[in-house]
T-cell receptor, first 112, second 110 residues
């Protein structure tokens, strides 16, 4: 039982490049989330999904897009990376709308 | 109304001591208050959580105290161990509307 798996674990991008972060969960969770973690700022919600085919904006959605074509996968895209997007990105999932999240181990992204 | 304040920013405790981390929220609509533990290089993991209909919840050495009128809640780690050294995040929210505190880095000295 892998839980929540994020790929890649590390990535360095040049300003203006694009990339996709993949999140996969094997717990049959309905809800999935993308957070970014910056020093001293805790976790901030980027986008979330309440089920296959649905997405919604969180607190800091600008510069990111997401897709949830399959229930088990939640993709986070950066179309034109900026240095301000240097962060650690965490995917999480949950079965209920309110409750504890299961987090992945994170993707450390550096934009130079 | 969406902010969750957390203190202290860092905490050093001797082995066997009590670690206390405090959080305060503003939105009275919040109805779920979890604490997460995060080790370096890992994602946060749910440690313990409480709903506002109880004032205290205990799981092993970890206890949440909740004061609804003051809009405050705290995490107490009894008999703190070096293996408890991690960053702790409080969170508050309802539905998908969750806000995390900035985190407390706990170091337990052997």
């Amino acid at each position: 039982n892998a839980g929540v798996t994020q790929t890649p674990k590390f990535r360095v991008l040049k300003t203006g490049q694009s990339m996709t972060l993949l999140c996969a969960q094997d717990m049959n969770h309905e809800y999935m989330y993308w957070y970014r973690q910056d020093p001293g700022m805790g976790l901030r919600l980027i986008h979330y999904s309440v089920g296959e085919g649905t997405t919604a904006k969180g607190e800091v959605p600008d510069g990111y897009n997401v897709s949830r074509l399959k229930k088990q996968n939640f993709l986070l895209g950066l179309e034109s990376a900026a240095p301000s997007q240097t962060s650690v990105y965490f995917c999480a999932s949950s079965y209920y709308s309110v409750g504890g999240y299961t987090f992945g181990s994170g993707t450390r992204l550096t934009v130079v | 109304q969406q902010q969750v304040k957390q203190s202290p920013q860092s905490l050093i405790v001797q082995k066997g001591g009590i670690s206390i981390i405090n959080c305060a929220y503003e939105n009275t609509a919040f109805d779920y208050f979890p604490w997460y533990q995060q080790f370096p290089g890992k994602g946060p993991a749910l440690l313990i959580a409480i709903r506002p209909d109880v004032s205290e919840k205990k799981e092993g050495r970890f206890t949440i105290s909740f004061n609804k009128s003051a809009k405050q809640f705290s995490l107490h780690i009894m008999d703190s161990q070096p293996g408890d050294s991690a960053t702790y995040f409080c969170a508050a929210g309802y539905g998908q509307n969750f806000v995390f505190g900035p985190g407390t880095r706990l170091s337990v000295l052997p």
